[in-house]
């Protein structure tokens, strides 16, 4: 494979570029680097033969089309996004700009640059995977899950800026025959993710010693998957995925956020033990809720496991554990940004 990977210095994003390297792809990253976005998360790649960087904004359709025609790719897959709710509440422009009108320049470029493949065989080839979340369906109840048959209700600006941008791949696939394709995720967590996210900003302060603000009761649920599955599922899905579908990507993990919190709290203090400071839940703080908070969300994957034959291998507990010993080793790491999320957020609370 040869591909193009917008958005591949952030979290999910450089994950994958590991992953593709590993099975032997070249790769091309694009990344706009802005603040979640670090060369850092590719430093273990940097020197790799197979791999090249390009720093640029999807929304430079004169970039994109140099790269394209420099690079030729064989897919594109389009992880470059505005992602945290609590910003998109404060700064919808900005989740607009990039999640919908940078997806329009993408997949104009990348139609233009798929029409004019000298080859038959290279137009067949051609993949264009668009990365998404399951805040796109809006909230659900108390029993059940989303499903690729699920309508669309996005409640906040971030959710919304996202299912505008899956309209106009699904558009562009139904208008232009583009070879286009859509994987939804549910929420992931892992190393390298940045401290505005509630997982490793929960790691953090607890490591800190500081108060775990939590919106609400807590009580929200949400269903965690390790980035690493999710990688390893987004690169069945580019291979082998049938041109014009959705999958939901997911590993059955729903957790209230004040259980993941307490969790988080338990590991650091059996990882990192402060003797007569008392058990960390003690700095899980419930604080009011956010605007539009939505209560559940959960997948099913199952038309991903059934027709790809995909499952999660790293289990919940097992992945949290290794997450909360990654940055207790990485300190350097998260240590120079860690202001910088809380400058960015201005908020009293951690959220997914």
């Known amino acids: 494979m040869r591909v193009l990977v917008t958005g591949g210095a952030g979290f999910i994003g450089s994950a994958f570029v590991r992953a593709a390297l590993a099975q032997g792809a070249h790769v091309c990253t694009l990344d706009k680097l802005t603040y979640a976005g670090r060369l850092s998360n590719l430093e273990e790649v940097s020197d790799h033969p197979r791999r090249q960087f390009v720093r640029g904004d999807?929304?430079?359709?004169?970039?994109?089309?140099?790269?394209?025609r420099s690079f030729?790719?064989?897919?594109?897959?389009?992880?470059?996004a505005e992602t945290h709710v609590d910003r998109s509440i404060t700064d919808a422009a900005a989740f607009v700009h990039t999640n919908v009108q940078g997806v329009h320049t993408l997949l104009d470029a990348a139609l233009r640059y798929w029409e004019r493949l000298p080859e038959t065989a290279a137009r067949a080839r051609f993949r264009f995977l668009q990365i998404s979340t399951d805040e796109?369906?809006?909230?659900?109840?108390?029993?059940?899950?989303?499903?690729?048959?699920t309508p669309y209700a996005p409640r906040s600006p971030y959710a919304a800026s996202k299912a505008a941008g899956d309209h106009l791949v699904r558009a562009w696939r139904h208008t232009y025959n583009l070879p286009a394709m859509i994987a939804i995720s549910s929420n992931n967590y892992g190393p390298r993710q940045f401290p505005e996210k509630f997982i490793p900003m929960a790691i953090i302060n607890a490591i800190e010693e500081e108060p775990i603000?939590?919106?609400?009761?807590?009580?929200?649920?949400?269903?965690?998957i390790h980035v690493d599955d999710h990688v390893t599922a987004l690169?069945?899905?580019?291979?082998?995925?049938?041109?014009?579908?959705?999958?939901?990507?997911?590993?059955?993990?729903e957790r209230k956020n004040i259980d993941v919190a307490a969790a988080?709290?338990?590991?650091v203090d059996e990882l990192c033990p402060r003797s007569g400071q008392g058990?960390?839940?003690?700095?899980?703080?419930?604080?009011?809720?956010?605007?539009?908070?939505?209560?559940?969300?959960?997948?099913d994957c199952a038309k991903l496991e059934r027709t790809l034959g995909w499952r999660a291998a790293v289990g919940f507990e097992q992945g949290l554990r290794q997450t909360v010993a990654w940055y207790l080793a990485h300190r350097d790491w998260w240590a120079p940004v860690k202001g910088v999320a809380s400058k960015r957020l201005g908020m009293r609370a951690v959220a997914e």
């Open 213 to 224: 603000g939590l919106y609400g009761d807590g009580a929200q649920i949400r269903d965690w």
């Open 58 to 68: 999807i929304n430079d359709a004169h970039l994109v089309a140099d790269v394209l």
């Open 279 to 299: 058990a960390r839940r003690r700095l899980i703080a419930l604080v009011p809720d956010r605007p539009g908070h939505d209560r559940r969300y959960a997948v």
């Open 264 to 267: 988080i709290c338990d590991i």
């Open 235 to 253: 690169l069945e899905i580019l291979q082998r995925g049938e041109l014009g579908q959705s999958y939901l990507v997911g590993a059955r993990n």
């Open 136 to 149: 796109v369906f809006g909230a659900l109840g108390p029993i059940g899950a989303f499903t690729e048959a």
């Open 72 to 80: 030729a790719p064989d897919s594109i897959v389009n992880f470059a």
